[in-house]
């Protein structure tokens, strides 16, 4: 009997610090798509709550909406053409606001209506307000007007307030948008002032985007506010050699020193983290310790939110995920986003639990 004396080959962790994505404006906007987590979402697989007759009716309002963007485009291209007429600006509400608490499912029902306005995927769009921020940072102003104003619809998740210029500028984008004929959806995140309330009322969010809240129709949704539940506990780290060795045993894994990811992702722009993850089946990393300053702390809520979109499981030593933001950074302004990385980044690491028992 011959015996084999090949050894094992195990796999050869990726470095996503080793990685400087260069992604063409095409794609930018071509992933503005509902993440992986809601490609089969509906409006018939959403359950409203018998005991909120709200839900029933957002399902009902929101296919009515979408089937109204059926028609022809006000321009039918982002690009003016000679002797056109400048479309007229629109009478009635040309967007939605879903306004309801955390856990009612607004980006489900914002997905659904994605899915269900009856144009090709290239005159859709969908984003967060911080990619939406990113691809103007990424294109530049007029060439992200240019290049939306061909879509039938925008969808925003979690329009954030707490930046003053952010808004402005997305106000100003958006204005230019339904100006061209755009129709837009919104759900929003809670001012920084309102975190203990659990919602963030319409008046408030039509309120900050001034000009535009004539262009916008309110969607109250009501619902159980899960996040009064708590955050979930973290799972407790590993140790430097188990996530070494997971590394090493997971094919297609990452494997960084997390204090050198934190530098590597400033010389990255935000819109590229995406391209960042391609192909990343899992990410381990070593040595997890408090981010040193807000700059840092915000691109890595940038991480954390194209890792969740994508269900890439998180394995790491060092620190537990709810010790990454210092107390202070967690009663600032822009806290709520500290809370949604925690949450989403434990939620990633109990995903990322099997790594070690295989």
């Given amino acids: 009997m011959v015996v084999s004396t090949t050894p094992i080959t195990e796999a050869v962790p990726l470095s996503l610090c080793a990685r400087e994505p260069r992604v063409p ?19 018939k697989t ?35 053409r000679w002797f056109s007429k400048k479309p007229a600006a629109p009478t009635a509400p040309r967007g939605v606001y879903l306004d309801g608490g955390y856990g009612v499912g607004k980006t489900h029902l914002l997905a659904s209506l994605w899915h269900a306005t009856p144009a090709e995927p290239a005159l859709k769009a969908f984003g967060t307000f911080v990619e939406l921020t990113n691809l103007v940072g990424a294109l530049g102003f007029q060439q992200t007007v240019q290049t939306l104003s061909g879509h039938r619809l925008l969808c925003i998740d ?7 210029g952010d ?59 899960y996040r009064h539940r708590g955050l979930p506990e973290a799972p407790a780290p590993f140790l430097d050699e188990q996530v070494t060795r997971a590394a090493h045993a997971t094919e297609g894994a ?10 590597h992702l400033a ?38 939110d194209r890792l969740y979109d994508r269900e890439v499981p998180v394995l790491a030593s060092g620190l537990p995920f709810d010790r990454l933001f210092s107390e202070e950074m967690l009663k600032g302004g822009y806290r709520k986003k500290y809370f949604r990385a925690i949450s989403r980044l434990t939620a990633l690491a109990r995903d990322a639990k099997g790594l070690v028992e295989q």
Wanted: proline content about 8%.
């Fill in 25 to 43: 404006a095409d794609r930018l906007v071509a992933e503005m798509v509902p993440p992986p987590r809601f490609d089969s979402v509906r409006f």
């Fill in 46 to 80: 959403y359950v409203p709550d018998p005991n909120q007759p709200s839900q029933t009716e957002a399902v009902t309002v929101l296919s009515s909406f979408a089937a109204g963007l059926g028609g022809a485009h006000a321009t039918g291209s982002g690009r003016r």
């Fill in 158 to 164: 979690e329009f954030e307030l707490d930046d003053p």
């Fill in 167 to 225: 808004t402005v500028l997305v106000s100003t984008l958006l204005g230019r948008l339904v100006e061209a004929g755009v129709a837009l959806a919104a759900t929003s995140n809670t001012l920084p002032g309102k975190l203990g309330e659990g919602r963030f009322a319409a008046a408030d969010f039509l309120r900050e985007i001034q000009g535009l809240s004539a262009h916008f129709r309110p969607l109250r949704i009501d619902g159980e506010d």
């Fill in 254 to 263: 990452s494997l960084d020193h997390f204090p050198q990811l934190l530098e």
């Fill in 267 to 304: 010389r990255v722009h935000p819109s590229r983290y995406g391209a960042l993850t391609d192909g990343v089946r899992a990410v381990c990393l070593t040595d997890v310790r408090p981010v040193p300053d807000q700059s840092t702390a915000l691109r890595l809520v940038v991480l954390a």
